[in-house]
């Protein structure tokens, strides 16, 4: 059995302890499934998609501050070419505090290392708003790809839109 050793203080689990003793350790536990089924959604999650109206083929890169919890990041991250059935690609996070993702998106064409779009994906925790509504901000974009219009949102959910001058290399 896997034991994820809790912040007594903050009340959530700190992945980055386990231990595998056979019996569990001193401090306050919480078992951790074998097969944890997940990704399970609450009033804190946010599903953050973001579509590609472009014809390259992009790499999508997550960070999130302690707070907020990567649960999941469909096509592996691989933002496919418009058109094609991984033209999207949806992260899903949940939170303790208030929910903030770092959305970066690179596109090998350009560079390895420095990424081509990026933005803040935002929203506040179920328990201090009623049906919080996401936002979206701190937009960068660089070689002519900018944001399709504004973000669409509405409780647990956000859509942000990238498109490519025609006129860029």
Same mark, same amino acid.
């Given at each position: 059995? #896997? @034991?994820?050793? *809790?912040?007594?203080?903050?009340?959530h689990a700190?992945? %980055?302890?386990?231990?595998?003793?056979?019996?569990?350790?001193?401090e306050p536990?919480?078992?951790?499934?074998? &097969?944890?089924? #997940?990704?399970?959604? &609450?009033?804190?999650?946010?599903?953050?998609?973001?579509?590609?109206?472009?014809? +390259?083929?992009?790499?999508?890169?997550?960070?999130?501050?302690? %707070?907020?919890?990567?649960? %999941?990041?469909?096509? +592996?991250?691989?933002?496919?070419? =418009?058109?094609?059935?991984?033209?999207?690609?949806?992260?899903?996070?949940?939170? @303790?505090? $208030? +929910?903030?993702?770092?959305?970066?998106?690179?596109?090998?064409?350009?560079? *390895?290392?420095?990424?081509?779009?990026?933005?803040?994906?935002?929203?506040?925790? *179920?328990?201090?708003?009623?049906?919080?509504?996401?936002? =979206?901000?701190?937009?960068?974009?660089? $070689?002519? @790809?900018?944001?399709?219009?504004?973000? %669409? =949102?509405?409780?647990?959910?956000?859509?942000?839109?990238?498109?490519?001058?025609?006129?860029?290399?």
């Amino acid at each position: 059995m #896997l @034991y994820v050793r *809790e912040h007594a203080a903050a009340g959530h689990a700190a992945p %980055s302890r386990a231990s595998t003793s056979p019996s569990p350790p001193q401090e306050p536990v919480m078992p951790v499934p074998t &097969n944890p089924t #997940l990704p399970t959604s &609450n009033p804190n999650s946010l599903y953050t998609t973001i579509v590609n109206t472009t014809p +390259n083929t992009l790499n999508v890169v997550i960070s999130t501050p302690d %707070s907020t919890q990567l649960l %999941s990041l469909s096509n +592996n991250g691989v933002l496919g070419p =418009a058109g094609s059935a991984t033209d999207t690609v949806t992260v899903m996070s949940q939170y @303790y505090s $208030d +929910n903030t993702v770092n959305i970066g998106l690179f596109d090998p064409n350009y560079s *390895e290392s420095a990424s081509v779009a990026s933005f803040f994906a935002h929203q506040h925790d *179920e328990t201090g708003f009623r049906n919080p509504v996401p936002w =979206a901000d701190t937009f960068n974009f660089v $070689d002519g @790809y900018y944001f399709v219009g504004q973000p %669409s =949102a509405q409780p647990g959910q956000l859509k942000v839109t990238l498109g490519r001058n025609s006129t860029a290399k």
